[in-house]
């Protein structure tokens, strides 16, 4: 069974449009968390969720608004998509918020 | 610069060598942690070493930890072309309460067959 999961593997969209990504893990872990990582591969925290509040608001740009309806999912929603949104978005979740991190497959976003 | 950098920054070897990756950071800490991320997939967690601790193993990894020096380093002994990926360490920095894991930049490993 997969554990920590992410729906869409990729995503190809114009530039103004909005998406959305969706997260789901099923390790009944309390903290969920969204990260960006760039074409360098660096790994930047955008977003952590613990018991479905959120803790962590890293100055993301409000265009982007993460939405918790219970502990198993963290969805991510995107307004008027920009070029520089391309990159590999990943969840991730872990029992308290230092804990060992279990990560989604990713979703690969591509801004045209 | 970020806590946890990875040095080198890119590292090829033979199969069957041994491979040394280094990571720094600037705080203090309450562990530090490894994680291998695989071409096109999610990171995966490998190891994680307390501030109270200098050595930790796990099979063929081998892991150091020095806090006077801020600095970590995770070896891998004979190599496998399986291995090849990047390796990134994640520090908790527990001067700035801040409640997050910080990645370094990664260290990406290519093991020729």
């Known amino acids: 069974d997969t554990a920590v999961s992410q729906t869409p593997k990729y995503l190809v969209t114009q530039m103004g449009n909005d998406k959305s990504i969706k997260c789901e893990q099923n390790l009944g872990h309390d903290t969920m968390y969204w990260y960006k990582q760039d074409s360098k591969k660096f790994l930047k925290i955008m977003f952590s969720y613990n018991n479905k509040e959120l803790i962590i608001n890293e100055t993301v740009p409000n265009r982007f608004s993460p939405k918790s309806p219970d502990k198993a999912h963290l969805n991510l929603h995107i307004n008027s998509l920009e070029l520089g949104d391309s990159a590999v978005y990943f969840c991730a979740s872990s029992q308290e918020t230092l804990d060992t991190q279990y990560f989604g497959p990713g979703t690969r976003l591509t801004v045209l | 610069s970020q806590q946890g950098e990875e040095d080198p920054q890119a590292l090829s070897i033979q199969e069957g060598e041994n491979a040394t990756m280094n990571c720094s950071y600037k705080?203090?800490?309450?562990?530090l942690q490894w994680y291998r991320q695989n071409s096109g997939r999610g990171l995966v967690h490998l190891i994680l070493i307390r501030s109270n601790e200098r050595e930790k193993h796990s099979g063929r990894l081998r892991v150091t930890l020095d806090t006077s020096k801020k600095s970590s380093s995770l070896l891998i002994t004979a190599s496998r072309a399986a291995d090849t990926a990047s390796y990134f360490c994640a520090t908790d920095a527990i001067d700035t309460g801040r409640r997050a894991l910080t990645f370094g930049s990664g260290t990406r490993l290519q093991v020729q067959p």
């Open positions: 705080t203090s800490i309450n562990n």
